[in-house]
């Protein structure tokens, strides 16, 4: 501790080009913490999703829709315990930059299919009852202020009415608790209200969703699904909940892969740009580490302060980086998109064990040259 | 009286590209407790070279050097680093103040080496600043003092940790005459007050006259002795 002074004093020696170092390491490690995040994120999202439910899709692309009544086909399956259907409606909230992720469905098998939504019988009642109606999760109401009774326009770029409107009213009768998905925030609109009003694309789904009785049939019903429909106009692919998710983030690249490899790419330039600082101060700091060696500064304990300078300003930087990066994780914007969605703590760890390397790599050859100096040499300017 | 520092046939050579240079031969010196030594000669001669072997900041290639009663030319790194802690204070030609730190933390560097606590190294820190006059300017930076209180911090930071041999290179050599007879009195007082055996290498005469004894090199060798008495 009593060396802090003069540790810190140095660092700051020159406080333009510390300042700067400082805002790459802090920038670089925000980009750590926020693709890492995500990253990790995706994969933790993926492990444990569930394994009894079945995603149909049209074999060809999932846009290219099924039709509904394929619905009663599924459900004869062996093992297969509900069947519900998605179909991707989108929209927005008075503005396009609010945008909703609503699903026209039929909601009854669906709750049934995903037991971790919890809603009360009364709503879904209501919802049976309204054409119009809609269940929305609890965060998404909380998040526009949304009350049960409440009738909400929502406007789409995809789905014009037949009476040519791209605006659609419906219904809050109900709300559901999604805590178990991070709060997700979804709006369930009813498959017969769509169907009835929409310009195109009715009686068809994006997605069967298939609630299975045994996940060890998973694989064997998927084949028994798929063949109901080989050979026709619309062949099928089925696929777990998860291989679905790693398609769909595949779809995106291999997201691994991008991230390892700009997260790589910026710690090595990174690497360059801070030895590069050490070396430079260490450098025109000569004569004043050959007065601490004359002063009694062992060898070993002049390598250490180098050492521990560029520790500090690499910790210190990622420090604040990857906080920036936690703030941007817990911040209303990325909440709306993947709902509680916190920074993992495994990329803190990670995080500040690439920022200790990347201090011992980039602060270990100026250290090292700081040790060898000759006091001699050294105070002779040689 | 006793030998604080004792030179027996000490030589020292240099490889200056594929040569070998000799700055000393075979030089023999005692200097006593409480004595004030200046070096002196022209340049070249080896004054600089004979300080920095009795400081530990170099070895030497033939003799024996023996300082505070030890044999530092076989001391490792290591240890000579420890033993001038524990037994020099260093003033530079150039002050050699660390530019970021105050006057009081320039002061401080030495006594870090120690197990004082901060109370203790503080209260040390003022002692030294009062003794050289600059009690006052603690918390100034090298930079916003003058050359000649430059130098008294580097006296302050040199004498703080109350060392055996006070060692000095050329201290009035970047300094005006009105502060370098500031330095020179300071010195001479720490010496005759304080008892500090203190080595200078000078080019000035007038420097040269503060000091009690003074002997002359040339070409590696001791040609000439001056002692005076106490004025």
Same mark, same amino acid.
Request: charged content about 20%; aromatic content about 2%; hydrophobic content about 35%.
């Given at each position: 501790m009593k060396y802090f002074g003069l540790i810190w004093a140095g660092l700051w020696r020159k406080r333009t080009r510390t300042f700067f170092t400082m805002a790459s390491i802090v920038v670089a490690f925000l980009l750590f913490g926020l693709l890492q995040g995500l990253n990790q994120g995706f994969n933790t999202v993926v492990t444990n999703l569930n394994v009894d439910r079945l995603y149909v899709s049209a074999?060809?692309?999932?846009?290219d829709g099924l039709p509904i009544a394929y619905s009663a086909r599924i459900k004869a399956v062996? #093992?297969?315990r509900a069947v519900s259907h998605w179909t991707y409606f989108g929209g927005y909230f008075r /503005?396009?930059?609010?945008?909703i992720p609503a699903f026209a469905t039929d909601p009854e098998p669906l709750f049934q299919i995903y037991r971790e939504l919890k809603v009360k019988p009364e709503y879904m009642e209501a919802m049976k009852k309204t054409r119009t109606g809609v269940l929305v999760s609890e965060q998404l109401a909380k998040q526009y202020g949304w009350k049960i009774g409440d009738r909400i326009p929502l406007g789409t770029s995809i789905w014009t009415t037949k009476?040519?409107?791209s605006t659609w009213m419906f219904d809050l009768v109900g709300t559901f608790d999604a805590s178990a998905f991070g709060g997700f925030p979804s709006f369930y609109i009813n498959q017969a209200y769509f169907d009835e009003n &929409? &310009?195109? #694309?009715?009686?068809? &789904?994006h997605y069967f969703l298939v609630g299975i009785k /045994?996940?060890?049939q998973a694989t064997q019903i998927s084949k028994q699904i798929d063949a109901l429909f080989a050979n026709s106009t619309y062949e099928t692919r089925t696929q777990t909940e998860s291989a679905l998710a790693q398609m769909q983030l595949k779809q995106l690249g291999d997201i691994n892969f991008i991230v390892n490899a700009i997260v790589g790419a910026v710690l090595f330039t990174l690497l360059f740009l801070t030895a590069n600082t050490m070396m430079q101060s260490v450098s025109e700091r000569t004569p004043e580490l050959a007065v601490l060696k004359t002063l009694g500064f062992s060898d070993g304990k002049v390598l250490t302060l180098v050492l521990i300078e560029a520790l500090m300003l690499c910790v210190f930087a990622a420090a604040i980086g990857l906080g920036l990066a936690t703030f941007v994780f817990e911040s209303g914007a990325l909440r709306r998109i993947f709902g509680n969605f916190g920074m993992p703590l495994i990329v803190m760890a990670m995080g500040g064990g690439t920022a200790l390397v990347l201090a011992l790599v980039s602060g270990l050859p100026p250290a090292w040259r700081a040790r060898q100096l000759n006091i001699v040499d050294a105070l002779a300017g040689r | 009286m006793t030998a604080v520092v004792s030179l027996r046939n000490v030589a020292k050579s240099y490889l200056r590209g594929r040569q070998q240079v000799e700055v000393l031969h075979g030089v023999d010196l005692d200097i006593t407790a409480g004595e004030f030594l200046a070096l002196m000669g022209p340049s070249g001669s080896g004054k600089t070279t004979m300080l920095n072997l009795i400081a530990g900041l170099d070895q030497p290639t033939g003799g024996e050097v023996q300082v505070a009663g030890q044999?530092? @030319?076989? %001391?490792s790194r290591a240890a000579l680093s420890s033993w001038r802690a524990q037994h020099i204070g260093f003033v530079f030609q150039f002050y050699n =103040?660390?530019?970021? =730190? $105050?006057a009081e933390a320039n002061v401080e560097v030495p006594l %870090? =080496? $120690?197990?004082?606590?901060g109370k203790e190294r503080s209260k040390r820190v003022q002692t030294a600043l009062q003794l050289v006059g600059l009690a006052d300017r603690g918390?100034?930076?090298?930079?916003? =003092?003058?050359g000649g209180q430059q130098q008294r911090v580097a006296i302050a930071r040199a004498l703080v940790a109350d060392p055996t041999l006070l060692v000095c290179d050329e201290? $009035?050599? @970047?300094?005006d005459r009105r502060s370098a007879e500031e330095i020179m009195n300071l010195l001479q007082a720490l010496n005759r007050t304080q008892g500090k055996t203190i080595v200078m290498v000078t080019h000035d005469p007038k420097a040269a006259e503060y000091a009690s004894r003074e002997l002359h090199l040339d070409k590696g060798r001791l040609v000439d002795e001056v002692a005076r008495k106490a004025a």
């Open positions: 074999k060809t692309n999932m846009t062996p #093992g297969v /503005d396009a930059k609010n945008p009476q040519g409107s &929409a &310009a195109f #694309g009715a009686h068809t &789904a /045994d996940p060890h | 044999r530092i @030319d076989r %001391l =103040l660390l530019p970021v =730190l $105050t %870090l =080496l $120690t197990n004082l606590s918390k100034h930076k090298p930079n916003e =003092l003058s201290p $009035t050599g @970047d300094l």
